[in-house]
């Protein structure tokens, strides 16, 4: 599992780890019931705190993208095609909106958007 913590970024660390470790389930990097690293072990590689790691975890846990089994570590869990889909939706939505402000501060209207957008996806 492949993990880079940047502690100048404005994103908490326990969000990027989530983000990261989420992008990879949903990206089948890490695979269905595959163990992930013990908080304790994580934490020591990243040289973060236990309980930055137990909160992105956690996070992940909530959003049923993990599970925890007593005494055995967390796995991934089974993947949820609907709440990869939403999640990959709304992180559209946001770069949406960015492009329809940006647009809105330059006067480009809709429909120069949707031609950008025309093209692509590969249309004329």
């Given at each position: 599992?492949?993990?880079?913590?940047?502690?100048?970024?404005?994103?908490?660390?326990?969000?990027?780890?989530?983000?990261?470790?989420?992008?990879?389930?949903?990206?089948?990097?890490?695979?269905?019931?595959?163990?992930?690293?013990?908080?304790?072990?994580?934490?020591?590689?990243?040289?973060?705190?236990?309980?930055?790691?137990?909160?992105?975890?956690?996070?992940?846990?909530?959003?049923?993208?993990?599970?925890?089994r007593?005494?055995?570590?967390?796995?991934?869990?089974?993947?949820?095609?609907?709440?990869?889909?939403?999640i990959?939706?709304?992180?559209?939505?946001?770069?949406?909106?960015?492009?329809?402000?940006?647009?809105?501060?330059?006067?480009?209207?809709?429909?120069?958007?949707?031609?950008?957008?025309?093209?692509?996806?590969?249309?004329?």
């Amino acid at each position: 599992m492949d993990i880079i913590i940047d502690n100048s970024a404005s994103l908490p660390i326990y969000e990027q780890l989530r983000n990261q470790i989420r992008d990879q389930i949903i990206n089948d990097v890490l695979a269905y019931d595959e163990q992930l690293p013990s908080i304790r072990v994580l934490a020591k590689d990243l040289s973060i705190s236990i309980m930055t790691v137990k909160k992105a975890y956690d996070a992940l846990e909530t959003e049923g993208f993990i599970v925890t089994r007593q005494g055995k570590g967390s796995f991934v869990a089974e993947k949820n095609e609907n709440v990869a889909r939403e999640i990959l939706q709304k992180e559209i939505e946001a770069h949406m909106e960015a492009v329809v402000a940006i647009a809105q501060d330059y006067g480009i209207d809709k429909k120069e958007i949707v031609a950008m957008l025309d093209i692509f996806f590969g249309g004329e």
